[in-house]
């Protein structure tokens, strides 16, 4: 078992845990939502997704932002993760990346799908 994201407090009073699969999930979602500069200890980790929230919507920015988000996952985690495919978009007022991987250690298949709102202005 690891230790779950977002970090809380079970009831039984002690640190959440997750299963190792689910664990990898949560570290995926860690890092493609982590500004660089965000962690004091890990000054480069980070994809800073959040930031595509307020970028203009066209198909030359999302490619690119496709190739970042796939660097820095093999970057971050390709120790436990073989990323197979990954998929960015941004169908009106939402950010939707999804993520299909290969968990190193186990050899399962495993498919994330991140849904962020874009703010209102």
Do not use: K
């Not at 079970?10 to 860690?30: F, N, T």
């Amino acid at each position: 078992m690891e230790i779950a994201y977002p970090f809380h407090i079970d009831d039984r009073g002690q640190v959440a845990d997750a299963p190792y699969d689910a664990h990898v999930e949560q570290l995926i979602e860690q890092l493609l939502f982590t500004s660089p500069g965000e962690r004091v200890n890990r000054p480069t980790f980070g994809c800073g997704v959040i930031r595509l929230l307020f970028a203009p919507d066209n198909d030359a920015l999302a490619t690119a932002n496709q190739f970042l988000i796939q660097g820095e996952l093999q970057r971050w985690l390709g120790s436990l993760i073989q990323v197979r495919s990954l998929s960015f978009q941004s169908p009106g007022a939402t950010l939707e990346i999804t993520v299909q991987y290969v968990v190193q250690r186990t050899g399962r298949s495993g498919t994330a799908t991140f849904v962020r709102p874009r703010p209102v202005p």
